[in-house]
C-alpha cells in the first residue's frame, strides 16, 4: 500500500495528481557538488510539455520547475532534492462523469476498487500521465550525473502506429533530430508519415500507439547487480511505470525467440585494445550486467486511452451498463511526448547503478 | 553490490552456484499455518529437472529439496524457510577453458569484470540458469499460499524458433498437456513440430529460443502498489532475472503499439453481477493495477548461449583473439525447462503483492 | 548515500533545511478514507513550534503546514500525502562564521567531511532540529490511524537536568498536563522547577538536557516483525534520529541489568478474561514483539549544543586552533519541544507495524 | 510479516531455530576478493560457544561453521555468502510445558498470539539467543572486512548485577582480558567479583543482568547516512535485536540528560595534523555521522528470563492461571556470551556504512 519509491541509491519518491496542486518529485542520493540550475531540469521537461504541436493535447502547461531543497549555492549538497511543478491549466468539471463511469484503458475502475472510492478521479489523479512530469525531473538530475562519467542516454520514435522504422538509425541523426519534429523520430521523412498517421486517427476520433527505442551510450561493463537487481530486470521495472506501457525488449528482443544461438550469440573480438562484441543482439546486458556495448531497448505503447468515440461501460453505483463519450484534452498518441520520458527512465536506473557499483563518487569535486 | 533479495512482503533470498555445494532460498514473511511437505515443492522441482526428455540436458539431477527452517509439525510457523537442493552430478573439468576465455552470450565476461576474476567460474557459477531451482522451490510455497485466495498460475510455450501457436488455448487444455510432452506445449500436435525444430538443431551444434506465456486466473481487481511497485513491473522486473529472457509483454504487447484505442481498449460490460471486460487487450492490468480479468504476458527467450559450434572470443589474460569450442551439457532450447519457472516468477510476484494489499491474512488457520 | 525515508508500509521520507525555502514530508501508504484536515496536522505542529515560551527559542515560525497532495474532498486517498511549512523567519547572517569553524556537539564538522564543503551550514542546514517539524506533520497522520485502533500515544518530560520525576504518573495527568506548562512535565510543582532549571543556565549561556518518557496504550499483543524489525528496534533506530538523543531504553532499561531474574519478570495473570502481566518491566515489548501491556521507554537527550559560551574549535580551512562563540536563537533545552516530536516518533512506527500485521485495513471505510 | 534481514549494502539474511536442524545466515553483498575460511567464522564463533565455563548453560554444541556458497578457491566472489550451523545438543523434551504455559520474560506468549500457535516453541525457537550464532558468523566477515580499512571493534562486560566499572580501561587491556575469563570483563579483579556475582545467583535458581561496552577505533570522520540512516540509529537498531536487550546509549548516553552543554560539548583541537576533540561524550558520533573519535556505546541487558524458580504465569488453551518451574539448560548471566554478539553486530552495520559510503571498495585487490 505504498510503492511510490524506486532505485536503491539513488532514490526517487514521487507524489501529486494531475488536476491537484502539483506533480512533485524529491531525489534522495543524490551525491554532493554536482552543479544544478533551474535550467537543467527546465530544459528537459520541455522537452515533454504539452500544448506544443498540433499532434498533442491542446492542454497548456508552462510546467515551470521549482527547486525547493537540496540544492545550495548552485550545487547539491548531499541532502534530498524536492522539485515540483504547479499545475495551472486544470479543466476538472470535464471529468465529473467518469467518477461513475470508468473510462475503458484507463485506470479509473481499478483505482476506484483498491482505494474504495477515495482516489482522485480527476483526470485520472495519481494514474495519469502527467506523473511523468517527476520522472523527467528527476531524470534531468540523473542525466547529468551520468554525464561526469561519459554516459549518454538517447530515444527515439520508432513506430507510430503502422509506421515503422527498419533501417538502422546513426546515433548523430538522433541526437539532431529527435526533438525537431512533432513525434520524435530522428528520420525526418518518416517522422513526416508519423505525424500523418496521428492526424489520421485524431480526424476519426481515435488514438494510436507506438514504440520508443532507448540507447545508453558509454556504459562501462560491470553495471547491475545479480540475480535480482540486474540491469535489465531494473530498467524493464522503471519503463512498465510508464502510463501506457506493455512491452519491453532488449537487443534482439523477441526477434531472438526466433534465431538460433550461432545467429543470436555476440562474438567477441579486440578492438583498439578493449574487448567489445561483433553484434550486439543482447543489447548490451548479459546476465543482468552491462557488457560495455551500447545498451538498446525498446518499450511498447498503447494506443491513448481516451477517445472521442463513444464507449461501453458500467455506472459504478448503479452497477448497471451504459456507454461514455469522452471530452476533454488528450494526446491522440502517447509516443511523441514519451521519448523524453524513456530517456529519463533509462537514465534514472543507470545512475542509481552506477552509484551502487561506485562508478560515481559522493563527491563529486573538490570545494575550496 | 547485493540484489540477492526480491518482495517487500513475501521476500526471496537466493544463494548457491550451479557447480558449488547447492542452490538455496530463503523465504521470509510466509504466513503461518500453511501445510507445507518436502512433496508439495518436490513436484514444481520435478517439473523443471534436467535429464528427462531427448531435448533436456543429460546433466542428471535428482534435484532432491530439504527444508532446513520454518515448518514446524507439517505447517509453516511464520519464521524464514529456508530450502535447498544438493548439486550433485558436477562436471566442472568440462569449464576450464572458460576460465580465460569467455563464452559468447553467456556472463562470463561481464562477470570477470564485475568481480574482478573472483567469481565462480565453472558452469557460469551463480549465472547459471540452475539458479532457477531456487525460483521454483519458493514458487512451490507462493502457488500453495495463491490457492488459498483460489488464484491459479499457468504457463505453457506458444513459440519455439519458427513454430508457434497461433490459436488461443483453453486453460483446460494448458492444464492437461503442458506437462505431457518434453517441450511444454499445450496443443500436441505443436508440441511434436517444436519437439521436431530443436532436434534439427542439436544435430547442427546449435540452439534456438522461444516464447512462454503466462496466465494467472482468479486474481481480483485492485492488486499492484503505483506508481513504482506496479503489479505489471514487479512481474516484468521478475521475469528479466530468468536468464535468457530478452522480451516481457503484456496483454496484446508490442502489438498494441499498431492498434487504435478504439480496437485496443477494453469496454467494460457486466455479467453474473460482475464488473469484466469485453476483451483483455490490457492483460488483466490497468496502470499496474490488477483488473480481475486474467493476467496475461508473453516472456521472450533468446536461443540458448551454449552451442557446440566453434565461436570467436577472446583470451582475457593474454587480451588476444581466440577460439572456442564448447563442451559439457546443455539445453539445446531453454524454453521447456522455463515454462515451470515462469509460472514460479509469476506466483512469487501475485502472492507477494496479496499480502501487501491485505487479501491474504497473516495467519492462515486457527490452531485447535 | 541516501537514507531520508524510513518505514515499510507507512513510509516517510524527509526534506528540507533550516534556513532554506522549507521542511517537507511525503507520507507514502497511508490507508485510504481518512479524515485528514489541515487542521488536524497544525493541532500537533502548535505543540512544537517555537517562540512561544520563555524557555525556548526567540526564533518565531508559525509552520503553517500546507497539503500539496494525496488528501480529495477531506480524506485521504492512498496516494502519497506531501506536506510542507515554510520557513519564514531566518537570520542566516548569525551563521556565517560556522561556516569555516564547526560548533562543538553540532554536525557542523562531520557534514563538511562527509559532503565535502557542499552542505547547506546555515543554522546547521539539513542537521537542524528543525526537521523534525516533518517527524511531527507525519506522526500527526499516525496518530489519526491510531486512533482508528484505539491505540494513544503519550510523551511527558521526566527529567530536565537535575530534576526528575521518581514516582509514577497517571495517564490522566500527562493526558491533562503535558501541554499545559512550559516544560511538558505532568507534574506541576516539578514542571515549575524544571523551568527554573532551565532559566538558570539560561541566564549562564548554558544548555541542559533531560529525559523524555514515551507510552503507548491499547497496543494490541502481535506488534512487531522479528528478528530485525521487531518493534523495541524500529522505535529505537527512529528515537535515535532525533537530535540530541543519545540514549533509548524500554521497561525497565538500563536498571534492569542490576536486577535479578525473579525480580525482573513479569508474571502473567488473567485480569477480565485478558492475560496480562502482574508488572511491566518489559515495557511492553518481549522478543521484539508487543506483548499488550503499555509500551514504555524513555528517551535521552544531551544539552543543546548552542551556548553562548566561548568554545574551543578549529578553522577549516585554515586548518588551525580558534574559539567560536555563538549569537543566535536556539532552544536553552531541547526537550520541552522534543516532547511531541517523541509522541510523533512512536506513532509513526506503531501505525506502520499496525499496517505490516493488518491490523489497520487498507480502506479504512466505505465510501457511499 | 518478514523482518529477517537487515543492512542495505551488505545485507544479513537469518533463518533457523535453536531446536530446529540448524541456525543460518546469508550474507549478501559482500565484496570479492575477500580471503575467507572457515577458521576466520569458527574462532568468532568459538567466542560465544556454550558449555565452556562454569557460568554457562551446560548445553554442549560444537557451533562448527559450514560455508554453502559465495567463496571460492579460499576468497569471497561476490555473490551471496551462506554459512550455517548445525543444532546437535537438543533436548526438546524439556519444553513440552511451554507449549501451553508461557514463560515469564520470554516471547512464547507473544509469539503465540503472533503466529496463531503454529510457531516453533521448543527452547524459543526462532526468538532464542541462540539466533545470534547468525550474528557472530556474519559478523566474523565484517571485521574482516573492516580490518581492511583498519577499523577494530571491541566490546567488554562492564557491570554484571552490581558489579559495575567505574573506571577507564585501555583498549589494550581490552584486547588482551576479554576472552581471558569467563564473564568478559577486562579488569581480571572485577572479573572475579563478577563471576561470584553470578555464581551466587545460580545457587539461588536465579539470573542476573549486566551491561556490555562497545567501541570502535579507526572510523573516520563521515560515516552515516542522514536523517534515518544514521550510524548510531542503525546501530541501535541492531543491538536491540539482541535478545535481552533493554537499552542503548551512546557517548556520555543519559548522563548526558543532567549535563549543562559546557560540560558536555566536545571542543575541537587539532592534534597531529588532525581534526579531533578534546573529549568523547558524543561517542564518536553527531548528527548521525562518524566524528572520527572513537565510537562508544553500552548495550544494556536484562536479567535471563529462565530461572529455576516457580512463577505465576497462564494455561494458554484452559485460560487459567497456573505456575511454571522451568528446567532445561540456561546462561544464569546471559552478558559474558553476549560480549561476542556485541561486537558482531557494530561490525556488521559499520562495514555495511562504510561500503556505503565508498569506504570499502566493491573488488578487494586484483587478481593475478
Redesign the interface.
Known amino acids: 500500500?505504498?510503492?511510490?519509491?524506486?532505485g536503491?541509491?539513488?532514490?526517487?519518491?514521487?507524489?501529486?495528481?494531475t488536476h491537484?496542486?502539483?506533480i512533485?518529485a524529491?531525489i534522495?542520493?543524490c551525491?554532493?557538488?554536482l552543479p544544478l540550475s533551474r535550467e537543467d531540469i527546465q530544459t528537459e521537461l520541455n522537452k515533454r510539455r504539452p500544448g506544443q504541436t498540433a499532434v498533442s493535447t491542446p492542454r497548456k502547461e508552462e510546467d515551470q520547475v521549482e527547486i525547493?531543497?537540496?540544492v545550495?549555492n548552485g550545487?547539491?549538497?548531499?541532502?534530498?532534492?524536492?522539485l515540483?511543478v504547479r499545475n495551472l491549466d486544470i479543466k476538472s468539471e470535464n471529468y465529473e462523469q467518469i467518477k461513475e463511469k470508468?473510462r475503458?484503458?484507463?485506470?479509473d475502475?481499478?483505482?476506484h476498487?483498491?482505494?474504495?472510492?477515495?482516489?482522485?478521479y480527476r483526470g485520472g489523479?495519481?494514474?495519469s500521465g502527467r506523473?511523468t512530469v517527476s520522472y523527467v525531473m528527476a531524470g534531468a538530475i540523473a542525466k547529468k550525473l551520468l554525464k561526469q562519467i561519459n554516459i549518454e542516454v538517447l530515444a527515439h520514435t520508432i513506430?507510430i502506429?503502422?509506421v515503422r522504422i527498419t533501417k538502422t538509425i546513426s546515433y548523430e541523426k538522433i541526437r539532431e533530430n529527435v526533438y525537431n519534429n512533432p513525434v520524435g523520430c530522428a528520420v525526418p521523412e518518416l517522422a513526416a508519415l508519423m505525424e500523418k498517421e496521428i492526424l489520421k486517427?485524431m480526424e476519426?476520433g481515435?488514438?494510436?500507439?507506438?514504440?520508443v527505442e532507448a540507447i545508453a551510450l558509454g556504459v562501462p561493463?560491470?553495471l547491475?547487480?545479480?540475480?535480482?537487481?540486474?540491469v535489465?530486470?531494473?530498467i524493464?521495472?522503471?519503463?512498465?511505470?510508464i502510463?501506457a506501457v506493455?512491452?519491453?525488449?532488449?537487443?534482439?528482443?523477441?526477434r531472438?525467440?526466433?534465431?538460433?544461438?550461432?545467429?543470436?550469440?555476440?562474438?567477441?573480438?579486440?578492438e583498439n585494445?578493449k574487448?567489445v562484441?561483433?553484434t550486439n543482439?543482447?543489447?548490451g546486458i548479459?546476465?543482468?550486467?552491462?557488457?560495455?556495448m551500447p545498451i538498446v531497448l525498446?518499450v511498447?505503447?498503447?494506443?491513448?486511452?481516451?477517445?472521442a468515440?463513444k464507449?461501453?461501460?458500467?455506472n459504478?453505483s448503479k452497477?448497471?451498463?451504459t456507454e461514455i463519450q469522452l471530452v476533454g484534452r488528450h494526446d491522440p498518441c502517447i509516443v511523441p511526448r514519451a521519448v523524453p520520458v524513456v530517456e529519463s527512465c533509462l537514465a534514472l536506473v543507470l545512475a542509481d547503478h552506477a552509484?551502487?557499483?561506485?562508478m560515481l563518487?559522493?563527491?563529486l569535486?573538490?570545494?575550496k
Chains 1, 2, 3, 4 share one sequence.
Open positions: 500500500m505504498n510503492g511510490n519509491s524506486i536503491k541509491a539513488l532514490v526517487l519518491t514521487c507524489f501529486g495528481e491537484g496542486q502539483l512533485g524529491v534522495d542520493g551525491p554532493a557538488g525547493l531543497s537540496g545550495f550545487f547539491t549538497t548531499g541532502a534530498p532534492i524536492c515540483i470508468p475503458p484503458g484507463h485506470a475502475y481499478v483505482t476498487v483498491k482505494y474504495g472510492g477515495f482516489s482522485d489523479g495519481r494514474f506523473v513506430q502506429g503502422n486517427v476519426e481515435d488514438s494510436v500507439g507506438g514504440v561493463a560491470g547491475g547487480e545479480p540475480i535480482f537487481d540486474s535489465d530486470s531494473d524493464a521495472k522503471m519503463m512498465f511505470n502510463p506493455k512491452g519491453v525488449e532488449f537487443g534482439a528482443g523477441f531472438a525467440s526466433s534465431l538460433k544461438g550461432s545467429e543470436n550469440n555476440d562474438e567477441y573480438i579486440i585494445g574487448i562484441s561483433l543482439n543482447a543489447g548479459l546476465g543482468g550486467i552491462t557488457t560495455g525498446r511498447g505503447f498503447k494506443p491513448t486511452s481516451s477517445i468515440k464507449q461501453r461501460t458500467v459504478l452497477m448497471e451498463e552509484i551502487r557499483a561506485g563518487p559522493r563527491i569535486r573538490s570545494r
